[in-house]
């Protein structure tokens, strides 16, 4: 139980493009889902909360105009980072929970810009 | 600045070898603390999670400790396996926030 999924796993597109990516819990409902980045050997730095229904709450130093967080539904979150560019190439990871029980992450979308 | 630490970074050791990984936070906040597994590439794969109220979690070959006086805790991975290279992450908990802090990360290989 417990099965978080994120799609797409992989993205290789244009500086300029807004990239949109899902993450889904598929047994569970989802009230909190957060969302990370994680550069190449380091560590998973928090960019957001987001509790259903309401909007996300952003960590200090993340534009909340360029990574736009939507969580419209207790399975679904979408993370769209709008007008891409090289620098958010990164990997970026989903976890969800229910209430205050431990978070189950995603496999994580690996985001490249060229 | 760095809220958890993790040492050794790195680690490389043949088949076999028992196994001491180390996370230590400055945090007071942190209230518990959970360990990680992330392959290249992948996402997360939860290991053990050390309630506020307990010292210890105990998963097959996995052990876990937490001294929340010191700051610690300890992953101890027995009878090392090339299956277990990977990356292991620590994270704490903070006391009325949702947050997860995660630590630095170390990078196990385990070779036949």
């Known amino acids: 139980g417990a099965v978080v999924s994120q799609h797409p796993s992989r993205v290789i597109c244009k500086s300029g493009t807004s990239v949109k990516i899902e993450c889904r819990s598929l047994d569970f409902q989802a009230t909190t889902m957060f969302w990370y980045r994680q550069f190449p050997k380091q560590s998973l730095m928090l960019m957001a909360t987001s509790n259903e229904g309401s909007k996300a709450t952003y960590e200090q130093g993340v534009e909340k105009d360029k990574f736009l967080i939507n969580h419209a539904s207790l399975t679904l979150s979408t993370l769209t980072v709008t007008s891409a560019h090289p620098e958010d190439s990164s990997f970026y990871i989903c976890s969800a929970r229910t209430g205050h029980q431990p978070q189950h992450f995603g496999d994580g979308t690996r985001l490249s810009i060229l | 600045k760095q809220e958890v630490t993790q040492i050794p970074a790195a680690l490389s050791v043949p088949e076999g070898e028992n196994l001491v990984l180390n996370c230590s936070f400055t945090d007071s906040a942190i209230y518990n603390l959970q360990w990680f597994r992330q392959d290249p590439g992948k996402g997360l794969t939860s290991l053990l999670l050390i309630q506020s109220s307990q010292r210890e979690q105990t998963s097959g070959r996995l052990n876990a400790s937490l001294d929340k006086s010191s700051g610690r805790s300890t992953l101890y991975i027995a009878a090392s396996q090339p299956g277990d290279s990977a990356t292991y992450l620590c994270?704490?908990?903070?006391?009325?926030?949702?947050?997860?802090?995660f630590g630095t990360g170390t990078r196990l290989q385990v070779f036949p």
């Open positions: 994270a704490g908990g903070r006391y009325n926030t949702d947050k997860l802090i």
